[in-house]
Nanobody, 114 residues
Framework: QVHLVESGGGLVQAGGSLRLSCAAS????????MAWFRQAPGKEREFVEQ????????TYGDSVKGRFTISRDNAKNTVYLQMNSLKPEDTAVYYC???????WGQGTQVTVSS
């Protein structure tokens, strides 16, 4: 079992940046493909992007391509999401996810004001 804790969310103006962190405990996630999802009020949870275990390849959802960057530090058992050029439509709760085992964190709120 893996316990995931997201942090780094908050309120930011449009055009600003945030970096989210997802700290894992319980076991190493170095061999896992990790992902970020988000869910806006009244909408379904949406895939944002994922990163494979080596960090050498990533997949970006169309809505964030060119603005968000996923990364990982296996030594710290942590995955990050750098979010730049934020837009009001990026407002959502952001969740960390272990793909193969369907583990989820509790989420962190990101609010982008116009």
């Amino acid at each position: 079992q893996v316990h995931l804790v997201e942090s780094g969310g908050g309120l930011v103006q449009a055009g600003g940046s945030l970096r989210l962190s997802c700290a894992a405990s319980g076991r190493s996630i170095s061999s896992d493909t990790m992902a970020w999802f988000r869910q806006a009020p009244g909408k379904e949870r949406e895939f944002v992007e994922q990163i494979i275990r080596s960090g050498g390849s990533t997949t970006y959802g169309d809505s964030v391509k060119g603005r968000f960057t996923i990364s990982r530090d296996n030594a710290k058992n942590t995955v990050y999401l750098q979010m730049n050029s934020l837009k009001p439509e990026d407002t959502a709760v952001y969740y960390c996810h272990v793909r193969a085992y369907n583990y989820w964190g509790q989420g962190t709120q990101v609010t982008v004001s116009s």
